[in-house]
C-alpha cells in the first residue's frame, strides 16, 4: 500500500486518546501491507510508520501491538522473534528478544499486552506460555505448558488484560479462553470447541469491558461471540459492513469500479451451495471474512479487525 487503508491487517490498540493504531503484516510474498497505521473513529487518518524488513523499526512477520502509559508502542515479530519499540511520537528506539525455550527466551511470539504497571505480557506462542517482562525486556515470570488441562495451552494467540489485572488469553487450538490471576494462577475456562453458540473454533483475540463480559474473535467459525462473565453465551455477530469513507472516496474517484459495484449483489446467498463458513465468508462481503483482533475504544465500541477484507468493522454496545 502507497497510501492510507490497510492491507492483511492482523492487530489493533487504541492509545488514551482514542487514536487507533493497526498492525499490517506481508502476505505471500507482496511487502506492502507491513507497517503500521494511525487513524481515528471518524476516518482520520495521522499517516504509517514501520515497513518490511529485518532493520531496526521493520517487521517481517508482526502479531500484535500495544501501547503503554505514556504511549509507547510495541510489537510483536513471530519471524524475528522480537519485541520492537517505539516512543509516542512513533520514532523508533530499541529491540529485544531471544528466540528460545528458556527463561525469558521466545519462539513465535504472539499477542503482547501492557498490564496496569506498564509490564509486558506476551504469548510465548510456540512455546506453549504466558510470559510477563519489564518494558525494557527484563524476564519478571511466567506461567503455562503445553497440554489442554487447566492452565495448559496448545498454541496461545491473543490476549488481554482486564481492568481487575486478570488475564485472558485465547487459547487458540484448544478452542477456549482462559483467565489467569496477575500471578498466572488458573481461574477459569470459557467455551468449548465446535460452531454451535457458545463454542469456539480457533479464537484468535479476546477483550474484556469493565463488567467482566467477554468479546472473543471466533476466527474459524468466522464470527465474533460476547460472553457474560461466568462465561455464557450472550450474542453472536456475523458481520453487518457498510462501505467506509475512505472505500467510498476511492470509488468517486474510480468511476468504473463505482457503477459495477452499484450494480453488483453484495449479498448473494441464494447462490451459496454450501454452509462452510469459510466458503461464506469468502464470498459475502458484508460480513466477517478472519476476524483477527477485537478492541474496545475509550468509547466503549468494538471494533473488530477482518485481515481478509483489509478492514474495521464497529458495534456500539447496546443499552
Known sequence: MDARGFYYAVAMAFRSDGRLFVQGRSHDG???????????????????????????????????????????????????????VFDSDVKFVRKWGTHGSGEGMIDGPSGIECDA?????????????????????????????EGSGEGEFNLPWGLRAAQDGHIYVADWRNDRIQRFTPDGEFV???G????????????????????????????????????????????????????SPWAQEFLDANLDENRARSESDLEQYHLLTTDDPHEVASQIETIFWSPISVRLDPEGRLFVLERNRHRIQVYAKSA
Do not use: C
Request: proline share 2%.
Open 192 to 243: 468449548e470447541s465446535g460452531d454451535g453458540e457458545g463454542q469456539l473454533h480457533r479464537p484468535a483475540s479476546v477483550e474484556v469491558d469493565e463488567a467482566g463480559y467477554m468479546y472473543i474473535a471466533d476466527w474459524g467459525n468466522e464470527r465474533v461471540q460476547v460472553f457474560d462473565p461466568d462465561g455464557g453465551f450472550v450474542q453472536l455477530l456475523r458481520g453487518q459492513a457498510t462501505t
Open 30 to 84: 507482496d511487502t506492502r501491507g507491513a507497517r503500521i497505521t494511525t487513524m481515528d473513529y471518524d476516518s482520520g487518518y495521522y499517516g504509517d510508520f514501520g515497513s518490511y524488513g529485518s532493520g531496526d523499526g521493520q517487521f517481517t512477520w508482526p502479531t500484535d501491538i500495544t501501547l503503554d502509559s505514556e504511549g509507547n508502542v510495541y510489537t510483536t515479530d513471530e519471524y524475528l522473534q522480537r519485541v520492537s
Open 117 to 145: 504497571d506498564d509490564n509486558l505480557i506476551i504469548a510465548d506462542h510456540r512455546n506453549n506460555r504466558i510470559q510477563k517482562f519489564t518494558r525494557d525486556g527484563i524476564f519478571l515470570r511466567s506461567f503455562g505448558s
Open 188 to 190: 477459569a475456562s470459557y
